[in-house]
Nanobody, 119 residues
């Protein structure tokens, strides 16, 4: 059974940092492109960052470039998102997602971890 379990969210003040983790099981994560996707209250899903199967290439939406870093440890079947200089607009539910090997769609999602940035 494919499972993605996120952790590490919380309440922080603007300018602070958080590190999200996503533990994968039930499949071989090193074979897949993985992403972090977020959803703010009342808004749609927003892709945040992606990483290729071996971790050699990473991608970010413009608003998080220079502040967020995606990484993966394939030996531990875990995906990470280091978030620095957090802003109120980063407040969202953050999901990790597995991209299908034969399409651009995402075929597995975690339950999400809430990140709230507020003073």
């Amino acid at each position: 059974q494919v499972q993605l379990v996120e952790s590490g969210g919380g309440l922080v003040q603007p300018g602070e940092s958080l590190r999200l983790s996503c533990a994968a099981s039930g499949f071989t994560p090193r074979l897949y492109y993985m992403s972090w996707v977020r959803q703010a209250p009342g808004k749609g899903l927003e892709w945040v960052s992606g990483i290729v199967d071996d971790g050699s290439d990473t991608y970010y939406r413009d608003s998080v470039k220079g502040r967020f870093t995606i990484s993966r440890d394939n030996a531990k079947d875990t995906l990470y998102l280091q978030m620095n200089s957090l802003r109120r607009k980063d407040t969202s539910m953050y999901y990790c997602a597995r991209r299908s090997v034969d399409s651009w769609s995402y075929d597995a999602w975690g339950q999400g971890t809430q990140v709230t940035v507020s003073s």
